[in-house]
């Protein structure tokens, strides 16, 4: 069964920009994404024609200085495009969350000299990104990751394996955290490495239980010759610079999150006011009404709580809290909402003819990436009482 239309959410958006930013995302969203969402997703095929055509459209650079392409909206407003086209497909969503994370570091720690140069492909060129910390035997303890590079004159000669990249394998550019100096955070380096860089590689895509669309693959370093103008940022910063850029990444998972959130709720709804048993519609059992009072109460919360996390970033304001209190509540809420989504739709639910089965697999990831839930809570304690074993 194709997948409903997510119904409009009454916004309040800072200006007439914003708004008609919305009726476009809105109007390529169920013109060129729902109608094969459901059936690209179940053959793990991936939409590389939407990012082509969201980059024309100017979307894959909003949060961006428009002097190198960008869109210059406010996180605000960024976040709330990402909510709608996740709202339609997750991994449209989430890729172009992914791709404003690796486009994070150039933006905000590149020369004005790197900028120029790469940001207006990056952000209006068509290319794709991928953002590249984890590693196989590092994933929450990221700062204990092994990839090294090396310096060899104007070079650096980077070697080790990145593990559950987003986009891996099909990404043009990869933005690379790697050691250079001693071990722990302080050791870290970013760089800007080209997708089609001798010595680098990918191994076949992750079997997933869901997200299928979306390739996510282990990206192999052999030894990759990149020069010292693609490094971002001062050598051993790029533990900073990655973490700066995952408290924004972790407000788009949040977003990202609230949309298929919004789209169980808009099928429960539908399902639940068609659905006779007993001589009415099954909407009309208190217990069942309960549950999608409560499941429209979560997403209500949970959005004003990455738009409050939002503003604060776009006011220049501490916000790494919030953004963690954001990733944490959103993405429980859509593996909530979405297991409730299925027990109202019963036997029918647990079938892949209705798409609440697969957003209940979708939701499942998002409490996991950009770092798991049980991260954003230490780090949200860490802001509460200082950090563990003072």
């Keep these: 069964m194709p997948d409903r239309a997510p119904q409009p959410v009454d916004r309040q958006l800072p200006t007439d920009e914003a708004r008609d930013l919305i009726s476009l995302v809105r109007d390529i969203a169920q013109r060129e994404i729902a109608p094969s969402a459901a059936e690209e997703e179940d053959a793990g095929r991936f939409p590389r024609e939407v990012f082509t055509l969201l980059s024309d459209a100017g979307l894959l650079g909003l949060p961006y200085d428009a002097e190198y392409g960008g869109g210059e909206q406010p996180y605000e407003v960024y976040l709330q495009v990402l909510e709608e086209l996740a709202a339609v497909r997750l991994a449209v969503g989430l890729g172009v969350s992914v791709h404003t994370l690796a486009s994070y570091a150039l933006a905000a720690y590149g020369t004005k000299e790197q900028q120029a140069e790469h940001l207006p492909a990056m952000l209006g060129g068509g290319l794709l990104g991928a953002y590249c910390l984890s590693e196989p035997a590092s994933g929450s303890d990221a700062a204990s990751l092994r990839t090294k590079a090396v310096r060899e004159g104007d070079d650096w000669l980077i070697t080790g394996t990145k593990a559950w990249i987003t986009h891996g394998g099909i990404a043009d550019f990869y933005t690379v955290m790697a050691r250079t100096g001693e071990d722990g955070p302080r050791g870290i380096t970013a760089f800007l490495v080209p997708g089609d860089t001798e010595g680098l590689s990918a191994a076949v895509p992750e079997k997933k239980m869901g997200l299928k669309g979306s390739p996510t693959a282990q990206v192999h370093l052999d030894g990759v010759r990149v020069p010292d103008a693609r490094r971002l940022g001062d050598e051993g910063q790029g533990f900073a610079i990655a973490l700066s850029a995952l408290d924004s990444g972790r407000l788009g998972i949040a977003a990202c999150a609230i949309g298929v959130a919004r789209a169980a709720l808009d099928e429960a709804v539908t399902y639940a006011a068609e659905r006779r048993q007993f001589g009415k519609p099954i909407a009309d059992f208190q217990g069942l009404r309960f549950m999608l009072a409560d499941m429209a109460t979560q997403i209500e919360a949970g959005r004003a709580l990455y738009l409050s996390a939002a503003r604060l970033r776009d006011a220049g304001l501490p916000f790494a809290k919030q953004a963690a209190m954001a990733k944490l509540h959103c993405t429980d809420t859509a593996m909530r909402v979405t297991t409730d989504a299925v027990q109202i739709l019963g036997g029918y639910g647990y079938t892949a003819d209705f798409p ?35």
């Design 356 to 390: 609440a089965e697969r957003y209940m697999r979708e939701a499942k990831v998002l409490q996991i990436v950009e770092g798991t839930n049980q991260i954003q809570r230490m780090v949200i304690a860490r802001h509460l009482v200082g950090p563990e074993g003072r």
